[in-house]
Each structure stands twice: as C-alpha cells, then as structure tokens.
Nanobody, 127 residues
Framework: QVQLVESGGGLVQAGGSLRLSCAAS????????MGWFRQAPGKEREFAAA????????EYADSVKGRFTISRDTAKNTVYLQMNSLKPEDTAVYYC????????????????????WGQGTQVTVSS
C-alpha cells in the first residue's frame, strides 16, 4: 500500500512563491514516476509536472514551464513542486500522484496513467 501526503499549499499574492511537498510511504522503485496535477473549480484535472524517480528527468506543462520546478529527495521519499511567479490562474487543488511507469511524453501527462493519489492541497493566488 502506498500513501501520498501533500503539504505546503496556502494563500499567496500574484508574483509570490510556494513550495509543495509530497511524502510517499511504502517502497519506491527507480522505475516509478511522480507527478503533480491540479484541478480548478469546474475544470478537469490537468498535468503540471512529472519526474522519473530513478534518473530524475522532468517534464512540465507549457503553462508552468519556467516558473515551476519539480524535484525529489530519494532519501526522504519526498517530491517537491517549487512554484514561482504565481498567477491567479494557478489557483487550484494540487495533487501528487505515483505512476508505475518510466516513460514520458503524453503518457505521463494523463491522470489515468497514475495509480496512487494524495488528498490534495489548496493553492490560492490572489490578484
């Protein structure tokens, strides 16, 4: 059984920064991928960023590229999402997820590719 617990959300003004954390319990393997997704009210869940646990390679949605950075601490079984230059349109519930795969591209950007999800953490960016 895998549990994912997010933290670090909150209220921030536009242009500010937040760092989200996702602590994973249970065993992790180098061929896993960890992803961050977000869901705004009335919208579908959308991909933000992903990192392949073993090699650390990353990919981002165009909407966050250059502003968000995903990273992981293998000793702590924790993945992070550093969010800078936040905009009101970044307001959403942010979820971390684990996928039992090691590929990238469109597969890593689909919520259905992931098998475990955290409970989510609210990020609100005021204008």
């Amino acid at each position: 059984q895998v549990q994912l617990v997010e933290s670090g959300g909150g209220l921030v003004q536009a242009g500010g920064s937040l760092r989200l954390s996702c602590a994973a319990s249970g065993r992790t393997f180098s061929w896993y991928t960890m992803g961050w997704f977000r869901q705004a009210p009335g919208k579908e869940r959308e991909f933000a960023a992903a990192i392949r646990w073993g090699v650390g390679s990353t990919e981002y949605a165009d909407s966050v590229k250059g502003r968000f950075t995903i990273s992981r601490d293998t000793a702590k079984n924790t993945v992070y999402l550093q969010m800078n230059s936040l905009k009101p349109e970044d307001t959403a519930v942010y979820y971390c997820a684990r996928g039992a795969f090691n590929t990238g591209g469109s597969f890593a950007k689909r919520p259905g590719s992931y098998d475990y999800w955290g409970q989510g953490t609210q990020v609100t960016v005021s204008s």
